[in-house]
Nanobody, 122 residues
Framework: QVQLVESGGGLAQAGGSLRLSCAASGRTVRSYIMGWFRQAPGKEREFVAAISASGSRSTSVDSVRGRFTISRDNAKNTVYLQMNSLKPEDTAVYYC???????????????WGQGTQVTVSS
């Protein structure tokens, strides 16, 4: 089993930055694709970004491309989401997920964290 714990969320002003971390425990996640999703109130969970097991490849949704960067440190069993130029529409609960064969589909991920709230004020 893999346990995922997100941290780093909070309140930021529009144009500001936050860095989310997702620490894995229970077993190594170095062989897993890792992803970040988000869910705003009243909306479905949305794919944000994902990264390959080695960290050499990544992909993200168009709305965050150029502003958010996903990275990982396999030695620390941790994945990060650097969020710059934040917008009020980025407000959501952000979830970390692990182990999938379909990078962008939430239903394909096996392990999930409990989420961390990100609120961006205008």
């Amino acid at each position: 089993q893999v346990q995922l714990v997100e941290s780093g969320g909070g309140l930021a002003q529009a144009g500001g930055s936050l860095r989310l971390s997702c620490a894995a425990s229970g077993r190594t996640v170095r062989s897993y694709i890792m992803g970040w999703f988000r869910q705003a109130p009243g909306k479905e969970r949305e794919f944000v970004a994902a990264i390959s097991a080695s960290g050499s490849r990544s992909t993200s949704v168009d709305s965050v491309r150029g502003r958010f960067t996903i990275s990982r440190d396999n030695a620390k069993n941790t994945v990060y989401l650097q969020m710059n130029s934040l917008k009020p529409e980025d407000t959501a609960v952000y979830y970390c997920a692990a182990d999938t064969s379909d990078w962008r589909e939430a239903g394909g991920y096996v392990y999930w964290g409990q989420g961390t709230q990100v609120t961006v004020s205008s």
